[in-house]
């Protein structure tokens, strides 16, 4: 029953986010899963919740299950095969998480990615600058993929630190598409009547619920202010005086304090002017970002560009 209702439900927003154009992927049987994750055991949960680590003939993989709440389970189902869908067609970018396949047999439908051995990018809080910048160059080229390639734009709406995860090589991958939206035909904003926030919310999507690419380039921007200062959690006590951490950056830079905010492990590296110039730069550019209109804060592809300047410019 559910490999029919997930099934049905599945190729619908396949297709008609596809275009015609096909995307095979595989499809694996619930009890593969159960065998490779050891029952879905809690010692193989990557995260708090849902990420499994897993083994298939002797390869680790990752399983996202979701749990079936019986309230709310077409909402976290919608979101799973959202997830497949965009990951699908995005699968081939070096700096998403390769989905190997689904399962359609519990009553959520179950992803099967690629595993990525350094885990989620929350985890890790002391990235030399040089990482740290060829991260953000990188997460920034996807997300241009993903509003500009496919077929139509397409929001990702859930940028952070927490839905990107690093593989070996500390290459980044984008993991998690289960709230992407997609702009419809001649128009320039996307809805659903849902509010998602996060401290990486766009204030206008906040205050209107609708999305465009600015809305992306909003929490790119906070994400590009979390490397900078090493920062990112709202418990702090910088946050009960800011709120935010852009405001926090904002009040500093504004009082010509700029310096202030850099996390001091990137001081410590004794990088020299050409490091304290590129990240000068990347301070600008997290500012242009986060800026309150969407409409003033740049494109996707030109924070892209003007984070491959920065990395070269050394
Ligand atoms: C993906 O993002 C959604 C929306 O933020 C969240 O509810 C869900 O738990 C996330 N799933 C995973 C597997 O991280």
């Known amino acids: 029953k559910s490999f029919l209702r997930n099934g049905g439900i599945l190729l619908e927003d396949l297709i008609a986010s596809s275009n015609g154009k096909c995307n095979p992927i595989r499809n694996f049987s ?68 390769k989905l190997l396949g689904c399962c359609l047999e519990f009553p959520v439908p179950a992803l099967v990615h690629e595993y990525a051995a350094n885990g989620p990018l929350n985890d890790h809080e002391f990235l030399p600058w040089k990482i740290r910048l060829r991260i953000a160059k990188e997460l920034a080229h996807a997300l241009t993929y993903l509003h500009t390639a496919l077929s139509r734009p397409v929001i990702h709406r859930d940028i952070g630190s927490h839905s990107i995860f690093l593989d070996q090589d500390f290459v980044p991958k984008f993991s998690n598409f289960s709230i992407s939206i997609t702009i419809p035909p001649h128009q320039s904003h996307a809805s659903d009547g849902r509010k998602y926030t996060s401290v990486y919310s766009d204030p206008e999507y906040m205050e209107s619920g609708s999305v465009t690419e600015k809305s992306d380039v909003y929490s790119f921007g906070v994400l590009l202010l979390n490397f900078i200062t090493g920062k990112k959690d709202e418990s702090d006590v910088w946050s009960r005086k800011y709120q935010t951490l852009v405001r926090y950056v904002k009040d500093h830079v504004v009082n010509k304090r700029g310096t202030k905010i850099v996390d001091p492990n990137i001081l410590r590296e004794g990088g020299g002017d050409g490091q304290a110039q590129q990240v000068e730069a990347f301070l600008t550019l997290a500012l242009a970002c986060t800026r309150n209109k969407g409409n003033e804060r740049p494109d996707m592809i030109d924070v892209a560009k003007e984070l491959r300047r920065i990395e070269k410019s050394i």
């Open 30 to 97: 619930a009890e593969e899963l159960i065998t490779a994750t050891n029952n879905f055991h809690s010692s193989h949960s990557i995260l708090t919740c849902c990420i499994y680590k897993g083994y298939l003939d002797d390869r680790p993989i990752i399983v996202k299950k979701f749990k079936s709440l019986t309230r709310g389970e077409d909402e976290v189902r919608s979101h799973a095969i959202r997830d497949i869908v965009i990951a699908t067609q995005m699968s081939n970018h070096k700096n998403v998480l």
